[in-house]
């Protein structure tokens, strides 16, 4: 089995990366320097702590200890004077390039691609090899300097989530620099641990007659002011100007910078103290949680095991007390880009400074329609009109309404009720129940509300087995029957998801959609789990070539970062409804969401502009080669992949607390039901995380994991 440690935050001892990012508002702002006597600082404090400098540029490898350019002969120098630590060199630098300049371009010169996800696990490796307390990690320039032509220093730092120290440049201008710094690292959710203000060597820049002074003092009061606003109650230390950096002079900024140093150490738990803190951080929450909170299919007083999340990044969840899980569920099958995606967060924050949320009725704004627009070019053809919702399962409860709105319109008035295979699954509110699976699904409880609908067998001709025509005799025979009385038939296409996330043959579909049309009722389309890639076709749909009247969409429609539903219906049914003056009765107070629609159109343009369908193959085969080996473990019932999703079904229902609990120690995400271990993981999933996932699986199902 893969070491559960490797490429997370947590040594093997369990000690998760500490330290501190030590960025700049600019290039040449006095970063370098400020890191060196933080350093010294640290170490005269007794922290066994390290500069460590990821990227290097300017400097040949073998050049490190003597190049004026290499910062760490910089710190190096730091430490003169100060008792050396055995085995802890002052510094480390983890890429090294000869071009003095941006990484991305000092690393092409050279033939090679920096990005952030393999510096992190330089970052990560070191940090299991070294004997270092915490790091002081120097970035290269400011915070959008490219490492490629995605991603900048700031993607990095979000995704080792470590405070960051700013250095800022204390010049004419200046100000503006560091302003925008602040915002940039407090918007990606990143904590500020302090500020130094750096005088420039030429602070008056060519302003003769100024009192540049004067003004420069202003710069440390308006900043104060802005961080008092912010809530940030962090160290501001203005640096004054050192002649010589000797020893002496050293010593002079380690002493200025000491209070910054002091709250940086506070994070750091002493010895002894390590993982009880984090410990009791995580135990605090989820105390305060049992005392406040209610959870999913959940008791309020028997309380079901938790886990304190502290962030997310890309493909992983870390937790409160530093452990990194690796995602294989996408929050519930919604976060396809993964997490905190650049783009969806660009999105999101520019359109909160527009606007980020006006009532729709009698209003209209352009994130609404740009992302209406973009699903009508990706659904199935003569689907024209686009009704938002919440949530999926109200998205649902519209194409229910629409369903019963357009019979009625065309006055099949007895046309109330809905034809819908056995162990579906539509959600959770009353319409939406009503067609879940009888059985599995809540109707025993809600029985005396829940309006009474048809049920068909399930599609039971497997995805990958020659269809049996045979499997439509029940709708045949029910809509035969009952077939006036049929508002709509809905159904999940291709996958039922929750109702026991199961694979059948798209000519089901097609037999199924001339059954309807010989019924003359309507088809929907439940596409909330399927739709947007994960099938490995933009919407199950596609597999079948059929086009419903309704469908429904949701989860991964704004790439799983807010809530947003989408119910869109032919034109016909539109017109229908709308005919003699009609009008669709159902208006959410927060309907297309100005925020969720902006990020739902980011989601779409990742979707439109990356690789998806390549993405989902590779996950696709990673599957089918990680699950194999549980097809014939005692227990298994069937093992199926299809797209991103696979799935090991047992014969009996599995210990769902148990089994999580082995997973999360294994360092992974999943959140198995009943029968069923499955995954859902986010498309930029890599193949090593998507080994780490089914050996998981593997690793419970022998260790019998599932039955304690
Ligand atoms: N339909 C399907 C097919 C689903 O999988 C789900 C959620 N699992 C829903 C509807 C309900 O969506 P939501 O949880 O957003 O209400």
Known sequence: ???????????????????????????????????????????????????????????????????????????????????????????????????????????????????????????????????????LLEGAGGLHVPLNEDEDMLDLMSMLGLPVFLVGGNYLGGLNHILLSVEAILHRGLSLAGIALVPASDPAMGCPGVDVAGLLTDNAHILQKKLERLGCAIPLVEISRVEK?????????????RPA?????????????????QLSEEESLVQRDRSSVWHPY???????????????????????????????????????HGYNHPRLLDALHAQAGRMPHVMFGGLTHEPAVALAEKLLDIVPEGLERVFFADSGSVAVEVALKMALQYQQSRGETQRTRFLTPRRGYHGDTIGAMSVCDPVTGMHSLFSAMLPEQLFMERP????????????????????????????????EPIVQGAGGMWFYHPEYLRGLAQLCREADTLLIFDEIATGFGRTGKMFAAEWADVRPDILCCGKALTGGMLTLSATICSGHVASGICQDGGVFMHGPTFMANALACAVARASLDVLASGDWQQQVNSLESAL?????????????????????????????????HSLQKFFVKQGVWLRPFNRLIYLMPPYVTPKEDMLRLCTAIEGALRQGAHLS
């Open 1 to 135: 089995m893969t070491n559960s440690t490797e490429h997370s935050s947590l040594r093997p001892d369990g000690k998760p990366l500490l330290g501190v990012f030590v960025a700049g508002s600019g290039t040449d702002v006095g970063k370098t320097v400020c890191t060196g006597a933080l350093l010294r600082e640290l170490r005269q404090a007794g922290f066994a702590v390290q500069a460590v400098k990821p990227v290097q540029t300017g400097v040949l490898a073998a050049e490190i200890a003597s190049s004026p350019l290499s910062d760490a002969r910089v710190y190096g120098k730091a430490l003169e004077g100060v008792e050396s630590l055995v085995g802890l060199p002052a510094a480390a630098v983890l890429h090294c390039f000869g071009l003095p300049a941006s990484p991305h371009l000092a690393a092409a010169k050279e033939g090679k691609r920096l990005d952030c996800q393999n510096l992190r696990k330089d970052i990560l490796a070191h940090w299991n090899v070294v004997s270092a307390k915490a790091f």
């Open 245 to 257: 950096l000797d020893q002496a002079g050293w010593e002079k900024l380690a002493c200025q910078l």
């Open 261 to 277: 140093a002091k709250r940086i150490a506070s994070n750091w738990p002493t010895a002894g103290q390590e993982s009880s803190e």
């Open 298 to 336: 959940a008791s309020a007083t028997n309380f079901p095991p938790l886990n304190a999340v502290k962030r997310t990044f890309s493909n992983r969840i870390v937790l409160a007390d530093g452990k990194e899980l690796v995602d294989g569920m996408s929050s519930w099958w919604a976060a396809i």
């Open 460 to 491: 039971s001709c497997r995805f990958d087995q020659p269809f049996d025509p045979a499997c439509l005799n029940d709708a045949r025979q029910i809509l035969a029957m009952h077939g006036k009385e049929i508002a709509a038939v809905i159904l």
């Open 624 to 656: 089918r080669e990680g699950l194999a080996p549980c097809q014939n473990l005692p227990g298994v019932a069937d093992v199926r992949v299809l797209g991103a999703i696979g799935v090991v079904e047992m014969l009996e229902p599995v210990n769902t």
